[in-house]
């Protein structure tokens, strides 16, 4: 999994280690951990994931909703949800940790291996 990490602010970010589930129709089926980095002010970083895929879980979501969405409609709906944990560093001085959950639908499309669409929220700001 790959995904895009953007800083509009004018201060650097030094994300924790963070793990990530991944939703099928309500039940998951997936995790990925995503490493700790640093990312400065005014910047883009792409971050790469490989996803763990619990096939126990992934039998028991509707297997054949599964199948139809990838060769019928060619693409597939999932959710990631996580907690990120991070510290913001501007002149020298770092925050103390905050903590903030993480819940996005995305869309796929299978064959192209690309995203379709993506709608992304934060919640739960925890100092």
């Known amino acids: 999994m790959l995904f895009t990490a953007r800083n509009n602010n004018i201060a650097g970010i030094k994300y924790r280690d963070s793990t990530f589930t991944i939703m099928y129709r309500g039940v998951p089926v997936g995790r990925g951990v995503v490493r700790g980095f640093y990312q400065a002010a005014h910047s883009a970083r ?9 096939q126990t879980n992934l039998m028991q979501a509707d297997a054949a909703a599964l199948v139809r969405d990838v060769t019928v409609y060619d ?15 501007i002149i020298g001085i770092t925050s103390p940790s905050v903590q903030v959950s993480l819940d996005c639908a995305i869309v796929i499309s299978p064959s192209k291996q690309s995203l379709v669409s993506k709608q992304c929220g934060f919640d739960g700001l925890q100092v």
């Open 75 to 89: 693409r597939v709906e999932l959710r990631v949800m996580g907690d990120v944990s991070a510290k913001i560093r």
């Open 46 to 54: 792409n971050v790469e994931t490989t996803v763990s895929v619990d």
